[in-house]
């Protein structure tokens, strides 16, 4: 399938290119399994692109969690936030562990807030 060829060595970009595959072949609901959360943060920055029904399955078999991708999302990011959240994510290192410099979650979230300038984020990634 040439149309899915791609040089993404990461299976968190591959998984978006599948999903935005499946949406052009008609695909209403989409659901995404992975214990990443990249692939929940590249999936907030595709929402617009996603169908209206797009989920992450994240966690192991014990502990999943399904986090549905809907509009109130992006709409509370706003666009710029969303389109640069995938840049934050990476810069931050929140990718690989789930403290941030020593710091958690909720002060991670007043720091992305507090960000001015977003457009420039996109570049990092």
Known sequence: MDVLSCSHEEADTRLILHALYAKTKGATEISIRSPDTDVLVLNIRRYPELTEKTSVIL??????????????INYALGTEKAE???GFHTSTRADQTGKIAG?????????????VHWSWLHLLI
């Open 59 to 72: 966690g192991s078999c014990k502990l999943r969690q399904t986090v549905k991708i809907r509009k109130p």
């Open 84 to 86: 640069a959240l995938p």
């Open 103 to 115: 710091k958690g979650k909720a002060s991670v979230g007043m720091c992305l807030n507090k960000v």
